[in-house]
């Protein structure tokens, strides 16, 4: 099963910022990586007039667009699915990222800035690690917002070696 951890953290935090670094150390070091965004407020990636889009005009449940370079599904749903339901669409992959999951049950990495917010999201019960540029809890392991290497280690270690 591939290692699901999610990137928590208040608003304007940094989250995005981090997981790029994250993202990119990984990618260096040769692993396979994918992410999931949540996005409460509903996105829409079709462009209006283009066929994937008048596709799902049409009725379409569906509906994928392949290219050389990239592939997207677009399907439509009743409610929001769960992250596990997200997550099984996922494969070939050594890692995936999560943003914005907050209360899924997966492992968290907190992402947090002292001049963001005075007291961090979750306990430290709940976190795997921390991003951040100060130490808030002595038995979470916490790493550099700055610089995502040891946190590669970190994870490449004690997640995706023990997969």
Request: with cysteine; aromatic share 6%.
């Given at each position: 099963?591939?290692?699901?951890?999610?990137?928590?953290?208040?608003?304007?935090?940094?989250?995005?910022?981090?997981?790029?670094?994250?993202?990119?150390?990984?990618?260096?070091?040769?692993?396979?990586?994918?992410?999931?965004?949540?996005?409460?407020?509903?996105?829409?990636?079709?462009?209006?007039?283009?066929?994937?889009?008048r596709h799902a005009q049409?009725?379409?449940?569906?509906?994928?667009?392949?290219?050389?370079?990239?592939?997207?599904?677009?399907?439509?749903?009743?409610?929001?699915?769960?992250?596990?339901?997200?997550?099984?669409?996922?494969?070939?992959?050594?890692?995936?990222?999560t943003e914005g999951y907050?209360?899924?049950?997966?492992?968290?990495?907190?992402?947090?800035?002292?001049?963001?917010?005075?007291?961090?999201?979750?306990?430290?019960?709940?976190?795997?690690?921390?991003?951040?540029?100060?130490?808030?809890?002595?038995?979470?392991?916490?790493?550099?917002?700055?610089?995502?290497?040891?946190?590669?280690?970190?994870?490449?270690?004690?997640?995706?070696?023990?997969?």
């Amino acid at each position: 099963m591939i290692p699901v951890i999610s990137l928590v953290g208040k608003s304007d935090c940094g989250k995005t910022t981090y997981l790029e670094k994250l993202i990119s150390e990984m990618k260096r070091r040769g692993y396979k990586v994918a992410t999931v965004k949540h996005d409460v407020h509903g996105f829409d990636i079709d462009k209006p007039g283009k066929d994937t889009w008048r596709h799902a005009q049409a009725g379409a449940d569906i509906v994928c667009i392949s290219s050389p370079q990239k592939m997207a599904m677009i399907k439509k749903v009743d409610q929001e699915l769960l992250l596990e339901e997200v997550v099984d669409y996922i494969n070939g992959v050594d890692i995936i990222f999560t943003e914005g999951y907050k209360r899924e049950g997966k492992r968290r990495i907190e992402v947090f800035r002292k001049e963001a917010s005075i007291t961090p999201l979750c306990t430290a019960e709940e976190l795997l690690a921390m991003a951040t540029d100060v130490k808030i809890y002595d038995h979470v392991p916490s790493f550099s917002i700055d610089d995502a290497s040891d946190m590669a280690d970190y994870l490449i270690a004690n997640v995706i070696k023990q997969k």
